[in-house]
């Protein structure tokens, strides 16, 4: 079985890579699945098939979406139906939510006086912005050194420039998935401050629990892996590569056992 990587961004969201070198990132690093997971988008999802095809790695359509519940439940897709209109247009009300969001945001950095303007996020990511997007920003005015660094001063609760998310709740994002032929997997749940909601999500859909995940311990990773099994989900896991210049650059950064592979890549055969 070869190696996969299951959750991946590229420039239609907050990757630094087009979609097609995401694909060839994967095949320098013998991965031969590969799911293009961007936020809120699954329009790089045909570039990046056709270089797949090019390259001899098999990929597979995904999709992360930002929930506004606790401020890190995102619900990844999986076996989705990239060119269904119901999802274009769930997508798109997602889309201008995060807009809004991010122009909120740079009001509030200008209000605690820092140079910034809603056009220096203009063509920052083909689809998607998010707050990765005025971290850059921040970096490429040197008012921080990186990414990391602007979210540690500038964009997490209690700083100057957070706001709130304003995307869907967990029900919707689930919903989301389903009503285009997908499945729902919890994403990073070493992130998830409220765990105990893990029985509510499976009754709204939920199917899965991304176990294997490069800031997860070891031990971490057999408490996820136990948990979905206690709760009858499937495991998930992907490197949540997002490109040079952005702290998640390892693509292929986890090593999931045989028998997940093959019961994520059964499913996504017959997607």
């Not at 509030?108 to 056009?119: F, P």
């Not at 005025?134 to 990414?147: P, T």
């Not at 709760?231 to 292929?252: A, C, N, V």
């Amino acid at each position: 079985m070869g190696r996969v990587d299951l959750h991946c961004h590229s420039t239609y969201s907050d990757g630094t890579l087009a979609p097609a070198e995401v694909v060839r990132r994967a095949k320098a690093k013998n991965i031969e699945f590969l799911v293009l997971s961007d936020h809120d988008s699954v329009s790089g999802y045909p570039e990046a098939r056709e270089a797949g095809e090019k390259l001899g790695v098999k990929v597979f359509c995904g999709i992360e979406i930002n929930t506004r519940e606790d401020g890190q439940v995102h619900v990844l897709g999986y076996g989705i139906d990239w060119r269904s209109e119901a999802l274009a247009r769930r997508l798109a009300e997602f889309r201008e939510r995060r807009r809004r969001r991010a122009s909120l945001i740079l009001e509030k950095l200008r209000g605690a006086g820092i140079d910034i303007a809603d056009s220096d996020l203009d063509g920052v990511s083909k689809e998607s912005l998010g707050r990765p997007h005025v971290a850059d920003a921040l970096k490429r005015k040197k008012v921080v050194g990186s990414r990391q660094e602007a979210f540690k001063k500038y964009l997490t609760k209690g700083t100057p420039g957070y706001v709130e998310p304003m995307g869907p709740d967990v029900a919707e994002a689930i919903a989301t998935i389903r009503e285009a032929g997908g499945w729902a997997s919890l994403a990073h749940p070493g992130t998830v401050k409220t765990p105990e909601e893990l029985p509510r999500w499976k009754a709204l859909g939920l199917e899965a629990l991304e176990a294997y995940y490069p800031a997860h311990t070891g031990a971490q990773t057999d408490r996820f892996a136990a948990l979905a099994r206690e709760h009858g989900l499937g495991i998930t896991g992907g490197s949540d590569f997002h490109g040079p210049g952005t702290g998640r650059d390892k693509m292929g950064a986890i090593e999931m056992p045989s028998a997940a592979i093959d019961a994520v890549l059964g499913r996504l055969a017959h997607a």
